[in-house]
């Protein structure tokens, strides 16, 4: 090999790594949007459970608004901004169990108020978020 195509072949392959670090830079970006859109929607169907729970209408407005109310406290004082922004941040083993349970929650009420299948998409799309999350130390 030449040493002008030897050159060549290293700005090849230059250039594919850093495209390769840009794209992963994205993907990483969009687990971290992923992670913000699933904890809308464990709020969201904290809410939807409380609006259509079997019961009078006044106790529907309070779990509607509790619930989900209850959830972002709880979040905010041990979980917010992947704990930098927490009052009482979790961390390690003490911070996955939290989120199980958080996480576990929002699943629970969206299969009480619709089905199994949104339950379990949410769910399943949490876990991916997470163990994506560990394997890229994203917090």
């Given amino acids: 090999m030449t040493h002008h195509h030897l050159n060549e072949s290293i700005a090849l392959k230059k250039e594919r790594l850093s495209l390769e670090v840009v794209v992963l830079g994205a993907v990483k970006a969009a687990n971290l949007g992923l992670m913000f859109l699933l904890e809308l929607s464990v709020l969201g169907s904290a809410g939807y459970w409380g609006f259509t729970v079997n019961a009078q209408w006044p106790i529907k ?3 509607g608004i509790g619930a989900p109310l209850l959830l972002a406290v ?12 927490a009052t009482y ?18 699943a629970l009420a969206l299969y009480g108020a619709a089905s199994l299948t949104p339950a379990a998409i949410l769910f399943v ?11 890229w130390n994203q917090g």
């Fill in 61 to 63: 407005i309070v779990a």
């Fill in 74 to 85: 709880l979040w905010g004082l041990f979980a917010a901004g992947g704990g930098t922004n």
């Fill in 89 to 106: 941040p979790l961390h390690g083993f003490a911070r996955m169990l939290f989120e199980l349970a958080w996480f576990g929650t929002g």
């Fill in 125 to 135: 799309c949490y876990l991916v978020n997470g163990v994506l999350r560990l394997a």
